[in-house]
Each structure stands twice: as C-alpha cells, then as structure tokens.
C-alpha cells in the first residue's frame, strides 16, 4: 500500500479504538499499515490478525525483521519488543477499519459515497453508476469486483476478494479524493459489511443501492437472515455526519423480497425500482433479443424508450437502480437520464458473446448463485434458436448448501449439463461435483449430464456435444483471472480458454 511520510503519530490513528493496553510510546511515527508481514517496510503498523487459516500473531517476528514499528495485536505477547510499540485491542480486525480510515485522513468524510450490494448484478450496477455520473459530467472512482478505478485508469482488480481490506479500501477512497473527484462507487459485499470483518465499517456512505438477495454465502453467515442482516447494514449506516453536503437516500428493488426490509433498516428515504411492476422508476414493454434489450423507462406518468445494447436479462433491473441512484444524487428526474443508457457498456466477463465462426452460440458469464441461474437460464430458453449445454461449478470452502440448488435448476433448464471446477480450494473436487450432480433430477450420467472436474477438458467436451443453433453457457469465471485448488491458484482466463477450444476445433483461422 502506499505510505505516507514522514508518518503519523500512533496515537491519531486508535482515537475512537477500545484499547486494553500501550507498551512503548504512543507517539511512533507510522509511515504505513500492513495485515501481511510480508509487506511490511520500516515504519510499518503491523496488525496481527486472526484468519480463517493463518494467525497473524505467528509473524509479528517476521514483521519486526522487516522494520515494523509498531504492533497492533489481540493476543497476550510473551515478551514485548524493545524499541516497538505494542497496542493491544480486543479484535484487531475490527480494529484495522478505523485505524486504517484515520491513516489515510477518512476520505469517506470528503466524498460523496454510493455503495451497491445485493446477491447478483452489483458490479455492473456499480459500473453502471460510475458511467452515468461520468456522462452527467460528474468526476467518480469506483471500487468493485471486476476492477477499481481510484484515479485516472481502471485496473484490474488484484485481489480475490470482492471488497479488499480497510486499508486498500481507504487508501483507494484517499486517491479519489486527492485527485478531485467528488463521488466513489463503492461495491459493498456482505463479507464487506459483516461486522465480522469490518472492511466497510469506516466508510461514511450517503445512499445505499439494493440488488436483489437471494442464497449465497451461508458457510460465513451461518443462515439466510444473517446474510440479509449483514447486507442492511448498508442501509443502516446511511446518514452518518460528513463533510460534504450530498443527498442521503437508499434504493431498492421492488420486486425482491426484501425490499420492505431494507426501507425498514434505513434512517434515510428510501426509493423503489422495478422491471415487473410501477416504482418510483420501472421498465414496461421490456423486448429482449440476441443484441441488447429495448423497453420504456417509466417515472411517474411520463416514460421514454431506450436500449441497452448488449444482450442478457439482468441489465435492464441493473440500469434501472444506477438511473434510480444518479438522478438522486445528482438531483435530476430520471427520465432526463434515458439519452444515455444506449451508451452504457457491460462488465468484463458479464454475457461475453465468444464467436469464432462456430455454428453454435459461446457465452461467458459469471452467474454462480442459484438466483443468477433463475435468471439467466428462462431467458436464454427464451432467446435460443437450440439447445442449452451449461458449464459451471461450486465454490470450495463454501456455501455448500447451493450446490444441489444450482444443479436442480440447471437441470430444469438446461438440456446437458457439465459439472466442473469452480475454486475447489482445499476441499474434495469430486464431492464438490457430486454435490452439485445430487440436484441435477432428470439427468442422466453420460447422456445429459456430465461431470468433468478439469475445466479446459469440461469446456471442450461441452463444445464437442454442441450442434448447429445450441447455446454454450460457461458460468462462475468470468472475470476472474485464477482457479483457486488444493495447491494455490492456477492462472486463468476463460474467454481466453474457450477460444484455444474453438481454434482446436478449426475454428477462427
């Protein structure tokens, strides 16, 4: 991370901090703030935190070889280093947010903040948002899954987490402001929003956008209602003091289920889109086709037509809820919005059309949740000109409960289904398919259902089974630039590998 010189005394940064104890001096000068001793320079706070797999606690030494200045733990130190300073706190995970937030100046206090959560949909909601206010002439940054955009130039996102750690997240916030622009974009994930991890917990957010929620992360949540209930913590966090003056408002889909809980979770007004029924803003005569979606975008009794010019059937709810957020935000009806949703791009690795001259259609997508597959298989059912072969996986170390739900849906959708890799991470790759097979009724062992845990060859075995007009989906990688196995992460690039498998084929010459 990017440090700060000539540093920052010790004490600034745990203001607000239930501290248990000081050892050393509380004015240490800190130039940086590292959780990985690996990436500790002189100066450094290292924070010992207490992972899932790694405890922090074991490398304090290791961060001390390096130059540390200063520790921040949880547990009891045998002995206390000389010449360091030692804080100690109850939870240095929840602690990392607010001293990472005061390291880089609370940058939240200077922006204007949008965060988006939800199940499905909110990295192109995010993007959808960050483009707008750029076609309104607004400057923004954005954080999401798929990349970050901090300054001038989007990156790639580095990382496999969807919402980075506090001091990435503030440090990023600190660019945007530095750098003059007046809204950040924030994809705020339940991981992020747990108060378990705290990442967000520091971030000052003035409207808060809600996709949909539907069953995922269970094995980190522990129950569907924690889920919902760490997601609202979005909401609930709407409203605190700052230094900018900006609207404060949620924003939900009218159509989800819980949509009443998250109004009822806000402190601030609360505005309602919808691609099924009349809102606040919602979409009528919505017309799908292989090249985009045309609709009118309705507010109040007045509408205009617009298109999105990229097929698929999540955009339209998506562009509603960035167009719902923009207008509000920036203070303007939304139907003087409608010019540019034709000027709207997709994400990275979202409905990614893969033509090589194949007789068959290749989709890239991301869907891996059991609520984007209901989503996505109806309308693909509705658009093909043949069959459906779907490739997808399930997560190691992971909500295990969605791997029978993905397959009975695919399995009702899909006319062959290939189960493979997803992330397998450190857990049993074939019970992973075997789970996900245990829902798949109907299907029978290589006749319609296959399961293949090496992608590369799930991939082309699903291209051999494919004839004239068929659809290909390939699901749960999109973006993502890495398989995640028992031995670490294996470079990886999906578009990449299902055009290798159509030039083998003899396509694309």
């Known amino acids: 991370m990017r440090d700060m010189a000539p540093g920052v005394a010790l004490r600034s940064l745990l203001e607000g901090v239930p501290v248990l104890e000081i050892r050393g001096n509380p004015a240490t000068p800190v130039t940086g703030i590292s959780y990985d001793s690996r990436d500790v ?68 206090r200077r922006l204007k903040v949008i965060g988006v959560t939800g199940t499905d949909g909110k990295s192109s909601t995010t993007w959808f948002i960050h483009q707008l206010l750029g076609f309104a002439g607004r400057r923004s940054g954005f954080l999401s899954t798929v990349s970050f955009q901090p300054g001038d130039e ?38 992020g929003l747990s108060e378990r991890t705290n990442r967000l917990g520091d971030v000052l957010f003035d409207a808060g956008v809600l996709t949909n929620v539907t069953h995922e992360h269970l094995e980190f949540h522990g129950s569907f209602a924690q889920y919902r209930s760490d997601k609202a913590n979005l909401f609930r966090r709407l409203g605190r003091p700052k230094d900018v003056e900006c609207p404060r408002f949620g924003v939900v889909n009218a159509s989800d289920p819980a949509a009443d809980y998250f109004r009822e979770a806000a402190p601030v007004p609360v505005y309602a889109y919808s691609a099924a029924r009349p809102a606040d803003l919602f979409a009528a005569d919505v017309r799908h086709d292989l090249s985009g979606t045309t609709f009118r975008l309705c507010s109040g009794d007045d509408s205009r037509e617009v298109r999105i010019g990229f097929p698929g059937p999540f955009w339209v709810d998506n562009a509603l809820a960035a167009l719902l957020a923009v207008s509000r935000v920036i203070g303007v009806d939304p139907l003087e919005l409608a010019p540019w949703v034709a000027r709207l791009t997709c994400v990275t690795g979202r409905m990614d059309y893969v033509a090589l001259g194949q007789p068959f259609d290749v989709v890239v997508d991301y869907a891996h949740t059991p609520g984007a597959f209901e989503r996505l298989f109806p ?45 397998p991470r450190g857990e049993n790759r074939t019970a992973i398919l075997e789970d996900v ?55 990886w690039d999906e578009r990449a590998e299902a055009e290798r498998a159509l030039r083998a084929m003899g396509y694309g010459a």
């Open 41 to 108: 320079l002189p100066g450094h706070l290292f924070v010992a935190m207490e992972g899932v797999h790694v405890d922090g606690h074991r490398f304090i030494g290791d961060a001390l070889e390096r130059g540390a200045a200063a520790v921040l733990h949880s547990q009891p130190l045998s002995e206390t280093p000389t010449r360091v300073t030692c804080v100690q706190v109850s939870d240095t995970r929840r602690s990392l947010s607010s001293v990472a937030a005061a390291f880089h100046g609370r940058p939240s």
């Open 154 to 191: 989007a990156v790639k996102n580095p990382f496999r987490q969807s919402t980075p750690e506090a001091p990435e997240v503030h440090g990023m916030l600190a660019e945007m402001a530095a750098g003059g622009r007046e809204f950040a974009v924030v994809e705020a994930t339940s991981h």
């Open 379 to 423: 309308w693909v059912r509705s658009v093909s000109r043949g069959r459906i072969i779907a490739v997808f996986g399930s997560a190691g170390e992971r909500d295990p409960g969605k791997r029978p739900m993905q397959g009975r849906i695919a399995a009702r959708w899909c006319d062959v289904v290939v189960v493979t890799d997803e992330d």
């Open 437 to 491: 097979a245990a829902g798949c009724e109907g299907k029978v062992r290589g006749t319609d259902l296959f399961l293949e845990p090496d992608r590369p060859a799930a991939i082309r075995l699903a291209f051999g089974l494919a004839r004239p007009g068929d659809a290909v989906l390939l699901l749960g990688k999109g973006h993502e630039g890495s398989i995640i196995g028992p031995a670490g992460s294996m470079a």
